[in-house]
């Protein structure tokens, strides 16, 4: 297992890259973010548990939320119907481009990491009404992070709705494809709240703990099958870090999943989860220090998946 001080010096030798990124604030809330946090959590599939740096401070998952919430569909829908609606395949385009959604071949939003698809995927999660939807969505992911305290940080949930107009319009879009069924404003609600639960490192290396064993709880409870958390493991290889995804396959190799709260849920399958914190981003929206210390870690250890 990697040793605490090692961890702590990845850390250190990456923390001038904060420098070299931007918080996001196009949602307010996230603008306050501290530029130079930069936090580290790994754990093992032994339970041994290695932070460093910032792993404790709050930030909100914002679209890591979006392979926790498909595999929710997943369960709730199953997979053909799933991908009947939102497609497999990366899109190259930013999160929240709205442009393949007519012009492109699918007719479907690419795929389910990006805002288009991930919000299709919301309108797919049962439930009475909008509330108890969400309400699904939050225990599944307490759930699986085995954090029952978590909740929604309500003044980034305001901003996000407030400001969401963008992801707005694609939703209509959706739904005048024929996309989403019910009220979109009920969907978007799901989606919006979702991205505002707040979270820690520590949080989501024990959500890749989760996905790295296989959808088994460490308490051994199978939550999701096997293949439903291999269908989240790949897309977040093949899409999880946007239109920087093939970079860092290469760079990086270990699937994972970021948000422009700062956050990257990380899994070596059958190994260790990881969760990394550092709100400062580079220009595709992914966390610029976090990338950098897992390009390291990854390096040292060989822990691409495809070595
Ligand atoms: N809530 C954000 C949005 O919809 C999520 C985007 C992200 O983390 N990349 O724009």
Redesign the pocket.
């Known amino acids: 297992m990697l040793m605490k001080s090692f961890l702590e010096g990845v850390i250190n030798r990456n923390k001038y890259m904060c420098e070299l990124g931007k918080v996001?604030d196009?949602?307010p809330g996230l603008s306050t973010a501290n530029k130079n946090h930069l936090g580290i959590c790994i754990i093992d599939t032994s339970g041994e548990i290695v932070i460093a740096g910032d792993a404790d401070v709050k930030f909100t998952l914002?679209?890591?939320s979006k392979p926790l919430t498909l595999m929710l569909a997943l369960l709730d829908q199953g997979e053909k119907y799933v991908f009947s609606k939102v497609g497999m395949e990366p899109s190259g385009d930013a999160?929240?481009s709205i442009r393949k959604l007519e012009t492109g071949r699918m007719r479907k939003p690419f795929n389910p990491m990006i805002?288009a698809g991930a919000i299709e995927v919301c309108s797919m999660i049962k439930g009475k009404s909008s509330a108890e939807k969400f309400e699904r969505v939050l225990n599944f992911i307490k759930l699986i992070s085995g954090n029952n305290n978590l909740k929604v940080n309500e003044d980034i949930y305001k901003g996000?709705k407030e400001t969401?107009n963008?992801?707005r319009s694609m939703a209509y879009f959706l739904k005048g494809e024929g996309l989403i069924s019910g009220d979109v404003e009920d969907v978007l609600d799901v989606?919006?709240k979702q991205?505002?639960i707040e979270v820690t490192a520590i949080d989501l290396a024990k959500i890749g703990l989760f996905l790295a064993r296989g959808g088994v709880l460490e308490n051994g409870d199978r939550v999701v099958s096997e293949h439903i958390a291999t269908i989240a493991k790949t897309l977040m290889m093949t899409c999880g870090m946007?239109d920087g995804s093939g970079e860092f396959a290469i760079k990086v190799g270990i699937p994972s999943k970021?948000?422009?709260?700062g956050g990257i849920l990380s899994v070596i399958p059958g190994k260790m989860g990881i969760g990394v914190f550092g709100p400062s981003l580079d220009l595709k929206?992914n966390s610029i220090g976090g990338i950098a210390v897992l390009e390291e870690i990854a390096e040292n250890f060989k822990f691409s998946i495809f070595n």
């Not at 970021?258 to 709260?261: K, L, T, Y």
Request: aromatic residues 22%; contains cysteine.
């Open positions: 996001a196009y949602i914002q679209s890591i999160f929240n805002n996000e969401g963008k992801n989606y919006f991205c505002s946007y970021s948000g422009v709260g929206g």
